[in-house]
Nanobody
Framework: GVQLLESGGGLVQPGGSLTLSCAASGFSFDFYAMAWFRQAPGKEREGVASISKSGTGTQYADTVKGRFSISRDNAKNTVYLQMNSLLPNDTGMYYC????????????????WGQGTQVTVSS
């Protein structure tokens, strides 16, 4: 079936780095724009980064610009999120999502979602 499976979350100290991966299966990955979203307890879900179907275009939320980098490998059906200089405010559940529309940091266009991976930034 159609699936997105995130991995790579964990506990990291402030200033540290993590790389999240999201493996897609059951659909034509290179026909979909991809994005990472996050949600902290008591907060709304936030679009963090998105990438175009070819991987040539990217978008970032202002809160992560310059620290996070999204990339994709269409041969491996996988999208990545490299997170550097992590802050406590980056704590949350991180989800990847797929959309047949153009890349966006809004959640509405995305119709395939993963189960999420937890990222906790704390000393």
């Amino acid at each position: 079936g159609v699936q997105l499976l995130e991995s790579g979350g964990g506990l990291v100290q402030p200033g540290g780095s993590l790389t999240l991966s999201c493996a897609a299966s059951g659909f034509s990955f290179d026909f979909y724009a991809m994005a990472w979203f996050r949600q902290a307890p008591g907060k709304e879900r936030e679009g963090v980064a998105s990438i175009s179907k070819s991987g040539t275009g990217t978008q970032y939320a202002d809160t992560v610009k310059g620290r996070f980098s999204i990339s994709r490998d269409n041969a491996k059906n996988t999208v990545y999120l490299q997170m550097n200089s992590l802050l406590p405010n980056d704590t949350g559940m991180y989800y990847c999502a797929a959309s047949t529309w153009s890349m966006s940091l809004q959640s509405t266009p995305y119709n395939i979602w993963g189960q999420g991976t937890q990222v906790t930034v704390s000393s």
